[in-house]
């Protein structure tokens, strides 16, 4: 972690003026994001996600509140910010009909490289992203997952410190996604790049984000690693098969650590912080009691229950959010 963050945004707002009034977009965000961390940046239609992106990608300036990109004010110094900043949106960036390197050169000439710069840092970048044998080829002869990878490319092409990445995957097959994260995850590892990612795939976020932000009606309302998110909003769960779980139902409710312990016919089910270090107290509580048991398994939260929980709605593949009858949680830091 470095000591000056990739990503500073404090007291960020937007309004917008509407028939009906004044619109708050975005009430009041706060955000680190550290030199080379991966954060996902989640939240349902309309939370205000969208619009945070755009105030600190620079596209869009705040009505209050300040963002800095690598030490750079986006409102005073958006030229400087932006030479830190690389931006992969949803849609392909590139022309259909140029071919992959022509527009790596000219992307790179846009953000001032001299012409042989351009096409050394072009080659090395296709390198990189494992495109180098589709350099002269056109994108619309491309592969959904090759087309996103040359819309990276372009982002890196002038070496930014920051990548934000746009729902990068979406509508890819899961092998094009695998393959895509391959080439993120190498990126970070060889040049330390900064990744701020939004993502309406929640088990993408959970496997691949150092670190998540749930945003829900304008403000922050999580932010911490997916394993503490879960622990503190859901639990695990052990679940226990035996034929006397009626007398081993009350043994377990004394465990400590055990926050709930219920039963249904012959499966006992018992909510505990880290199931992994529970389930040996636990299955030797019930070789104490003399209960055999037949089966043991433990269940950890999803990604997708802690985001229920916090906005009472669920999010889909496509982007939207279904609305459930849960009441979402308080605001929670971890």
């Given at each position: ?59 869009l300036p705040p009505t209050a509140g300040s963002v800095h990109i690598a030490g750079h004010d986006v409102v005073r110094e958006p030229g400087r910010a932006r030479e830190a900043i690389g931006y992969v949106g949803q849609k ?14 000219t992307q790179g000439r846009c953000y001032g490289l001299t012409s042989g710069d351009a096409r050394r840092r072009g080659d090395e970048v296709l390198e990189v992203l494992g495109l180098g044998d589709l350099a002269a080829r ?197």
């Amino acid at each position: 972690m470095g000591e000056v963050a990739m990503i500073r945004a404090e007291g960020l707002r937007k309004t917008f003026e509407a028939r009906g009034g004044t619109i708050e977009a975005v009430r009041n965000v706060n955000l680190d994001v550290a030199t080379g961390e991966l954060v996902a940046l989640l939240g349902p239609n309309g939370a205000g996600k969208s619009t945070t992106l755009r105030m600190l990608t620079t596209l869009l300036p705040p009505t209050a509140g300040s963002v800095h990109i690598a030490g750079h004010d986006v409102v005073r110094e958006p030229g400087r910010a932006r030479e830190a900043i690389g931006y992969v949106g949803q849609k392909n960036a590139s022309g259909v009909s140029h071919r992959i390197r022509d527009e790596l050169v000219t992307q790179g000439r846009c953000y001032g490289l001299t012409s042989g710069d351009a096409r050394r840092r072009g080659d090395e970048v296709l390198e990189v992203l494992g495109l180098g044998d589709l350099a002269a080829r056109t994108p619309d002869t491309l592969s959904g997952g090759q087309r996103r990878r040359v819309d990276i490319a372009l982002g890196l092409i002038h070496k930014p410190k920051v990548l934000f990445l746009d729902e990068p995957s979406t509508g890819l097959d899961p092998q094009s996604r695998a393959g895509l994260w391959d080439q993120i995850q190498l990126l970070r590892r060889q040049h330390g790049i900064t990744v701020l990612l939004t993502t309406h795939y929640l088990d993408e976020a959970d496997r691949t984000a150092d670190r998540i932000v749930i945003v829900d009606r304008g403000e922050v309302i999580a932010n911490g690693t997916a394993d503490a998110l879960k622990a503190d909003l859901a639990g695990d769960w052990i679940h226990i098969t035996t034929t006397d779980a009626e007398r081993a139902a009350p043994s377990l409710r004394q465990i400590p650590g055990v926050s709930v312990a219920t039963q249904e016919g012959n499966r006992l089910s018992v909510r505990v912080a880290d199931a992994e270090a529970s389930m040996p107290v636990v299955l030797r509580c019930l070789h104490n009691d003399a209960i055999t048991v037949s089966r043991a398994s433990l269940q950890r939260p999803s990604l997708d229950e802690v985001f229920l929980n916090l906005t009472g709605r669920r999010l889909d593949d496509s982007g939207g959010a279904t609305q459930t009858a849960v009441e979402p949680n308080a605001a929670i830091h971890a």
